[in-house]
């Protein structure tokens, strides 16, 4: 069971926009510690999609943003496509577990 | 640009050792900005940091499984490596490497900018 928190499943008909929570605590989102976000495809490797809380890396879509308050952090798709099909992970350090920590991983489905 | 690239067994006993080397190609890895860690995936869960080394064998270790972990670098060879010993069918997973970085230079700040395709591991007898 993961100390950061996400929905199991989030959806969202094509255009729309979607977020994804993820809650923590003090000892980690809360600390503060930066919070990055992944995108993993079906049978791929996780991609870096924000980092630093809010920073995109070159080549990420500006239709992908983070934010960050108190205890939690929150991933926005903004247009949904369904090239957005895939497992969304936060990750962020833990210092009473004293090693990164990821979310459980959000499944994004476009109807 | 930086890839890299896991190799190793894809079939362990359980009792046994599973050793994985990451090779780092397009980039050093005892550039001082940068942290060099293991992650994995086992079937249909989530990710799971398994721990992180720097350009100068400093490392650290997910303290549920640091009694069994190992990491290792060799500059000469721009790799570094995992060794997990006592493996049991719970290790069974797609064990990634990753380049670990952050805008803020600190460990507890850094995220995984690049992966590594990631390599299937089996424990099994």
């Known amino acids: 069971q993961s100390v950061l928190t996400q929905p199991p499943s989030v959806s969202g008909a094509p255009g729309q926009r979607v977020t994804i929570s993820c809650t923590g605590n003090s000892s980690n989102i809360g600390a503060p510690y930066d919070v990055h976000w992944y995108q993993q495809l079906p049978g791929r490797a996780p991609k870096l999609l924000i980092y630093?809380?809010?920073y995109r890396p070159s080549g990420v879509p500006d239709r992908f943003s983070g934010s960050k308050s108190g205890t939690s952090a929150s991933l926005a798709i903004a247009g949904l496509q369904a090239e957005d099909e895939a497992e969304y992970y936060c990750?962020?350090?833990?210092?009473?577990?004293?090693?990164?920590?990821f979310g459980s991983g959000t499944n994004v489905t476009v109807l | 640009q930086v890839q890299l690239q896991e190799s190793g067994p894809g079939l362990v006993k359980p009792s046994e050792t599973l050793s994985l080397t990451c090779s780092v190609s397009g980039g050093s890895i005892d550039r001082r900005s940068y942290f060099w860690g293991w992650i994995r995936q086992p079937p249909g869960k989530g990710l799971e940091w398994i721990g992180s080394i720097y350009y100068n064998g400093s490392s650290y270790y997910n303290p549920s499984l640091k009694s069994r972990v190992a990491l290792s670098s060799d500059t000469s060879t721009n790799q570094f490596s995992l060794r997990l010993t006592s493996v049991t069918a719970a290790d069974t997973a797609v064990y990634y490497c990753?380049?670990?970085?952050?805008?803020?230079?600190?460990?507890?700040?850094?995220?995984?900018?690049?992966w590594g395709q990631g390599t299937t591991v089996t424990v099994s007898s």
């Open positions: 990750q962020s350090y833990d210092r009473s577990l004293s090693g990164h920590v």
């Open positions: 990753a380049r670990q970085w952050g805008r803020r230079l600190a460990f507890y700040h850094y995220g995984m900018d690049v």
């Open positions: 630093g809380d809010n």
